[in-house]
């Protein structure tokens, strides 16, 4: 459980520390650059939705394992 609260502490810092240094150095317009930002967003969230899948499914096995002990 604190491997989960860890990671999703690390994920909300590092969309927030992204998001400002993507806005400070971009080269872009605006409306490009909320795009290329939303579109890194959504890779990010897939990425979280795939570990916390990945973490639950680990959990349940590790259940079924000590229930069956």
Do not use: C, W
């Not at 993507?22 to 317009?29: E, G």
Request: hydrophobic share 45%; proline share 3%.
């Amino acid at each position: 459980m604190m491997r989960l609260i860890n990671f999703l502490a690390g994920f909300v810092v590092g969309v927030v520390l992204g998001g400002a240094i993507v806005t400070l150095y971009a080269p872009q317009p605006g409306s490009e650059t909320r795009e290329r930002f939303l579109s890194r967003i959504e890779a990010i969230l897939e990425e979280g939705r795939r570990t916390a899948e990945s973490t639950r499914a680990e959990a349940h096995a590790r259940l079924a394992d000590l229930k069956a002990r």
